[in-house]
């Protein structure tokens, strides 16, 4: 829901900015939309049953043994944003900037003093989930795990 306020937030300074409302609407499409990407995760990894009510529990991906997460990378906004700018495309960059704005969005609430886990410094990365097989407890522990058991591969908390 946060992304959701964000986007129609963030689309009117993008729409204002840029003059054009498709910039608007790729802004804010791209930041809710990124999301669908759990949906595959969600499918291949949970061990709860597909639902949507257990889909959208917050609590849902505690369970799963991977995270793949693809559109949760800034390589890919970036390369977004790149391609936007060589191309000369004001929606691709709006889009891109939607992309970044919704990952900056996820790693200040996933890294809060009161999110129910510890994700690594490097997890929306995706060479890095992808050097960790996509392993979950290569990725995020408990809130209340010991800090030393959390240091997997030079990771720091």
Same mark, same amino acid.
């Given at each position: 829901?946060?992304?959701?306020?964000?986007?129609?937030?963030?689309?009117?300074?993008?729409?204002?900015?840029? $003059?054009?409302?498709?910039?608007?609407?790729?802004?804010?499409?791209?930041?809710?939309?990124? !999301?669908? &990407?759990?949906?595959? &995760?969600? =499918?291949?990894? /949970?061990?709860?049953?597909?639902?949507?009510?257990?889909?959208? !529990?917050? $609590? +849902?991906?505690?369970?799963?043994?991977? =995270?793949?997460?693809? *559109?949760? /990378?800034?390589?890919?906004?970036?390369?977004?944003? *790149?391609?936007?700018?060589?191309?000369? /495309?004001?929606?691709?960059?709006?889009?891109?900037?939607?992309?970044?704005?919704?990952?900056?969005? &996820?790693?200040? $609430? +996933?890294?809060?003093?009161?999110? +129910?886990?510890?994700?690594?410094?490097?997890?929306?990365? =995706?060479? =890095?989930?992808?050097? +960790?097989?996509?392993?979950?407890?290569?990725?995020?522990?408990?809130? !209340?795990?010991?800090?030393?058991?959390?240091?997997?591969? $030079?990771?720091?908390?």
């Amino acid at each position: 829901m946060s992304h959701a306020v964000a986007a129609v937030a963030g689309a009117v300074p993008v729409g204002l900015c840029t $003059g054009s409302a498709a910039c608007a609407l790729a802004f804010a499409a791209v930041m809710v939309f990124v !999301d669908l &990407d759990h949906l595959p &995760d969600h =499918f291949c990894w /949970s061990t709860r049953r597909a639902t949507l009510a257990n889909f959208f !529990d917050r $609590g +849902n991906c505690r369970n799963w043994s991977r =995270f793949v997460f693809f *559109l949760h /990378s800034h390589e890919f906004w970036f390369l977004a944003a *790149l391609a936007g700018v060589l191309t000369g /495309s004001g929606v691709l960059c709006a889009a891109a900037l939607g992309w970044a704005a919704h990952l900056l969005m &996820d790693e200040i $609430g +996933n890294r809060s003093p009161h999110a +129910n886990t510890r994700i690594h410094p490097l997890f929306y990365f =995706f060479w =890095f989930r992808m050097a +960790n097989a996509f392993r979950a407890e290569r990725l995020c522990w408990p809130r !209340d795990a010991d800090t030393a058991a959390c240091r997997v591969h $030079g990771g720091m908390i």
